[in-house]
């Protein structure tokens, strides 16, 4: 009877980090499944390079491979403990950081770090910047949408329907259909109703604009999709048999 066999790694590596930025070496801990762009991030406090850094693996000095997907996690790459990671930039001259006192070594000043175009905090500034676009552009697009969709409910909504009004936290309301469009105080479409009693806001009109007549604080003005047509009689109706 055959066997079958399963191969576990562990979650994480220990790689000795090398420079050409300065002399000194860091053996850390990573988890197999950072991506290599988040590596890099760490790298960039680790060593003081920036995020154009190339990365090369070495195993007993021999060169192993380049870690170049930044997308790719760390543990896609043939990674073994003690292995080296080596971290190359152009950008930073050998040794650009290092001095007698081993306080200056990583010191840059303020103003030429605010330079850096490829600095650790360029890159979360940006990544923070496409975070926000990214989120106005949807919610612009959910609103974009739901205008879509109350102008189609708008559509089917009539002057003089019996309606029923269902407003998040309020009790129900029934009314007669007044006005369906667009208006001054608010943009988008809205459907104006006189109620059947003096559960309203207004007499028809917002904002010195009059949109229909009815007795104060019999008016109100909904959105199309918190109004439901049908037959709603009012109540001295439902007293006559």
Request: charge should be negative; proline fraction near 3%; include cysteine.
């Amino acid at each position: 009877m055959s066997e079958s066999y399963s191969v576990i790694t562990a979650p994480q590596v220990k790689l000795t980090v090398t420079s050409s930025i300065n002399s000194f070496s860091s053996l850390r801990r990573f988890s197999k499944s950072l991506t290599i762009a988040d590596l890099k991030c760490k790298l960039v406090m680790l060593t003081g390079a920036t995020l154009n850094m190339t990365l090369e693996l070495y195993k007993d000095k021999k060169f192993i491979c380049n870690i170049d997907d930044d997308t790719a996690l760390l543990g896609s790459y043939p990674v073994d403990d003690d292995m080296i990671l080596h971290v190359t930039d152009t950008n930073v001259q050998c040794g650009e950081f290092e001095s007698g006192n081993v306080e200056d070594r990583y010191k840059i000043s303020e103003d030429a770090y605010a330079k850096q175009k490829d600095s650790f905090r360029a890159f979360k500034e940006q990544n923070l910047k496409n975070m926000y676009q990214a989120k106005d552009q949807m919610e612009a697009k959910n609103q974009e949408e739901k205008e879509k969709e109350e102008e189609e409910k708008a559509a089917t909504i009539k002057i003089d329907d019996r309606c029923e009004v269902t407003v998040k936290n309020q009790p129900k309301r029934l009314g007669t259909v007044k006005y369906v469009g667009l208006t001054e105080f608010q943009p988008g479409y809205w459907v104006g109703v006189q109620y059947d009693e003096p559960f309203g806001k207004n007499d028809g009109s917002v904002k010195g604009k009059r949109y229909f007549e009815c007795m104060m604080k019999y008016g109100g003005f909904v959105r199309p999709s918190n109004v439901t047509v049908g037959y709603y009689p009012e109540a001295n109706e439902l007293d006559e048999f």
